[in-house]
């Protein structure tokens, strides 16, 4: 596992056959100033592609605990996680804590299902944990998409989410929509801060993102 894990096919390749994981990579880190495609929030910044879902998108929960548990032992700051559905886990909350304990952000698109999250739980979003961070999107005039879930309790802030141009498998580019494409605006802020100061805690990351 030099680049990470896949999940999915057990193996050490964590390719993208999908499409999402790639444009959602390169909105947290796609470099810079080279004349070439998109820019990301951070320049520099390294990733560790941890796949759980299929080449439909689809994927386990019991998954999704094992990328969580991976990303933990293998020392990342943080994980983006554009992806929800399913039932409550104990399991995975656990994970999720585990993964707060130590030091890390678990950074959650709030859904696409235009609803409020305080009424309606959506997961990963409404786990109680204070490691996460719960991003909703807005669209170009600084407004909650029409698709956006929110929650004045459960959704921490907004980030771009429409219209989104980003990097796709095989060196293209494509605009997609979603609070997917919102939640790793705020993860590569988050890596901007622990480049700048990386002795914080992911506590005071949280607090200066949401202040």
């Keep these: ?41 951070n320049w520099q910044v390294s990733l560790v592609g941890i796949k759980f879902l299929n080449a439909a998108g689809s994927g386990s929960t019991s998954g999704a605990i094992a990328a969580v548990q991976y990303a933990t032992a293998v020392g990342c700051q943080l994980t983006s996680n554009s992806w929800g559905g399913g039932n409550f886990s104990q399991a995975l ?13 678990f950074i959650a698109a709030a859904g696409n299902l235009g609803s409020d999250n305080d009424a309606a739980e959506f997961y990963p979003a409404n786990y109680d944990s204070p490691c996460i961070v719960v991003v909703a999107a807005t669209d170009h005039d600084d407004q909650l998409a ?37 939640a790793p605006h705020v993860a590569g802020v988050a890596a901007l ?5 990386p002795a914080l805690g992911a506590a005071t990351v949280k607090n200066r993102i949401l202040t």
């Design 193 to 197: 801060l622990w480049g700048r100061f």
């Design 1 to 41: 596992d030099v680049h990470g894990y896949d999940f999915v096919n057990n193996d050490g390749a964590p390719m993208d056959d999908h499409y999402h994981g790639t444009h959602c990579a390169g909105t947290i880190g796609a470099v810079g100033d080279n004349g070439i495609g998109v820019v990301g929030v």
């Design 146 to 182: 029409a698709f956006s879930n929110y929650g004045a309790t459960t959704v921490d802030l907004a980030a771009p989410g429409v219209d989104i141009l980003s990097c796709q498998p095989g060196g293209l580019y494509q605009p997609l929509s979603g609070t997917s494409m919102a």
């Design 93 to 105: 909350l656990d994970a999720i804590t585990a993964a707060g304990g130590a030091n890390q952000l």
